[in-house]
């Protein structure tokens, strides 16, 4: 009894840290949201929401959400709410939704939280939340990446109730059901690859009526165990999914089966007719190498996770190899589930040569599983240094670790998407031969550098002057944070002031006199340049000479 008293009061101390954990997570959130900038991609998809809303405000004669850009081979889940809190938020347009992401942000932490827990115990939860929290490549687009972070987070939920029902199938709790397939149903109503977690459960069922088949030695355990998961669990939690998804995809409420079929052939065969930044070449992102996304994802990993996440490799083969200790069903599937959320993703976009761009971005929803998998491996790593009689100075080393890493992120904010870790340099080593700022995250604060070195140049009079400023990529980004007196110009070449990222080189792109620099680390974002002088030039040359006649006709043509 009195094990049993420490143990339940260990698991009551890990549960209660992992909520202190969340709660301050949710307050950075609440006091940082405002410091993120406005990303590429967030304009159109502020737009879509607000057809969307559209959609069902005008009872459904408003229809603009059904042909917005390519937009509508989404799902409008994360876009539609934010366009609803934007009708009576005191907050700016942006800054509400960055709240908004960041807030769903956490929600993915809490079921990194509970994934780990259900698969390591409160320990391994704990740590699998720690680890989420500090992969910058997940904090850092939870403020502002409208797709790729709601997606993660259904998925990261939809895995955990499928963890949950294995013991109890082929008859799991109809509150599971309705649970997991929720969390399905705003996956698909973010992004059709959603029906990847339909594939995910319909294999688990599979596996689990083989097991119990198997186990008994009769194939007709099997075979009603198998039929009885289709009607009792996979259809219920598809239909539910299924008609989560449709509320938030106008589009695919014309046609309900065909239209988001025709969004999975779209992007299977997605084109993106540039090149792409990898190990300082630019490669076509239609014939990438495949050494392209395992790349990208190990060296956006934390040094401490890739190195965990290694181990788990390790102790799986190992695993396998020694089939006859593999323990119970549900526990052997559910590290088997939590393996195929890693590594079928990353596999099938190798095998299928999928065209990739922004590094790992599309793929931040196997950070979750990443961290959980990093976080049992840890869990058991850490029981067994219990027993080390020297075990101090390696928790010492852990500790100053975390700090660093800590302080790295700190240093990188609000940037942290940019991170790289140490085996390539870290982001000064990364610098042009990785994608760094290729949302123009940084252009908030370079628009406000811009602004303050006109301010002190020009002191009283600058409020009085109109300046001329052009854009290299998303104009959003940066115009709007402009004060009145900027105006964008299309003309790049005509434009006094130029703000470009590194990204493709747009920094290089024309000379002028650097007066402002985003820097990270030792690693350039973007930059400000004045070109005032070349335009001024530009100018005179085109002004005629005094005296000179322009445009000469021969005399007989003068009356």
Not at 42 to 55: C, Q, R, S
Not at 178 to 194: F, S
Not at 356 to 361: K, N
Request: charged share 15%; proline share 6%.
């Amino acid at each position: 009894m009195a094990f049993v008293r420490i143990l339940l009061g260990a698991e009551r101390r890990w549960n209660a840290l992992a909520a202190a954990l969340l709660a301050a997570a949710g307050i950075l959130v609440l006091v940082t949201f405002p410091d993120y900038g406005v990303t590429w991609d967030e304009d159109v998809h502020n737009w879509y929401g607000v057809f969307a809303l559209d959609y069902y405000l005008s009872l459904f004669s408003d229809q603009r959400a059904l042909n917005w850009l390519n937009l509508y081979n989404y799902g409008a889940a994360f876009d539609m709410i934010a366009a609803a809190f934007n009708k009576f938020s005191p907050l700016g347009i942006y800054e509400t939704r960055h709240l908004l992401n960041g807030l769903v942000g956490l929600v993915g932490l809490a079921g990194c939280w509970k994934l780990g827990r259900a698969l390591g115990g409160p320990r391994a939860g704990f740590l699998a939340l720690l680890f989420l929290l500090l992969t910058p490549n997940y904090y850092g687009q939870m403020f502002n990446n409208p797709k790729d972070i709601p997606f993660a987070v259904g998925g990261v939920w939809a895995t955990y109730y499928m963890v949950r029902i294995l013991p109890s199938l082929p008859y799991p709790p109809w509150r599971l059901l309705l649970k997991m397939g929720l969390a399905i149903g705003l996956a698909l109503g973010v992004r059709v690859g959603g029906l990847l977690f339909l594939c995910y459960l319909g294999l688990l069922l599979g596996l689990s009526a083989a097991w119990q088949g198997i186990a008994a030695r009769r194939l007709s355990l099997f075979i009603t165990t198998g039929l009885t998961s289709l009607w009792r669990v996979l259809l219920p939690v598809a239909g539910v999914a299924f008609a989560v998804m449709l509320v938030f995809w106008p589009w695919a409420q014309q046609d309900p089966l065909g239209h988001p079929l025709r969004a999975l052939a779209f992007f299977s065969h997605e084109t993106f007719p540039f090149k792409t930044l990898f190990d300082g070449r630019f490669v076509p992102a239609s014939d990438l190498p495949w050494t392209y996304l395992p790349t990208y994802i190990l060296l956006a990993l934390p040094e401490l996770v890739l190195v965990l996440l290694a181990a788990a490799a390790v102790l799986a083969v190992v695993a396998l190899a020694r089939r006859d200790n593999w323990g119970r069903r549900e526990t052997v599937l559910g590290h088997f589930l939590l393996g195929l959320a890693i590594v079928f993703p990353v596999t099938y976009a190798i095998a299928i040569k999928a065209v990739l761009f922004d590094g790992m971005r599309h793929f931040i929803f196997v950070l979750p599983p990443i961290a959980v998998a990093a976080a049992v491996i840890a869990d058991r790593a850490l029981a067994r240094l219990s027993a080390l009689p020297y075990r101090a100075p390696i928790y010492a080393a852990l500790g100053l670790y975390g700090i660093a890493h800590i302080a790295t992120m700190v240093m990188l904010h609000p940037d942290q998407y940019v991170y790289y870790n140490g085996f390539v340099g870290g982001v000064d080593g990364a610098q042009r031969k990785f994608k760094l700022d290729y949302w123009a995250n940084s252009y908030a604060e370079a628009v406000r550098g811009l602004e303050d070195y006109l301010r002190h140049e020009y002191g009283a009079d600058f409020e009085e002057r109109e300046f001329t400023v052009a854009v290299c990529g998303p104009p959003i980004s940066a115009r709007y944070y402009f004060p009145d007196n900027f105006r964008l110009v299309h003309r790049q070449d005509r434009a006094e002031f130029f703000i470009a990222f590194t990204k493709d080189d747009c920094d290089r792109l024309f000379p002028g006199i650097p007066v402002y620099r985003v820097e990270r680390m030792g690693a350039l974002l973007s930059m400000v340049l004045d070109r005032r002088d070349i335009t001024a030039e530009q100018r005179m040359v085109k002004r005629p000479v005094a005296g000179a006649v322009t445009n000469p006709r021969p005399v007989s043509a003068y009356p």
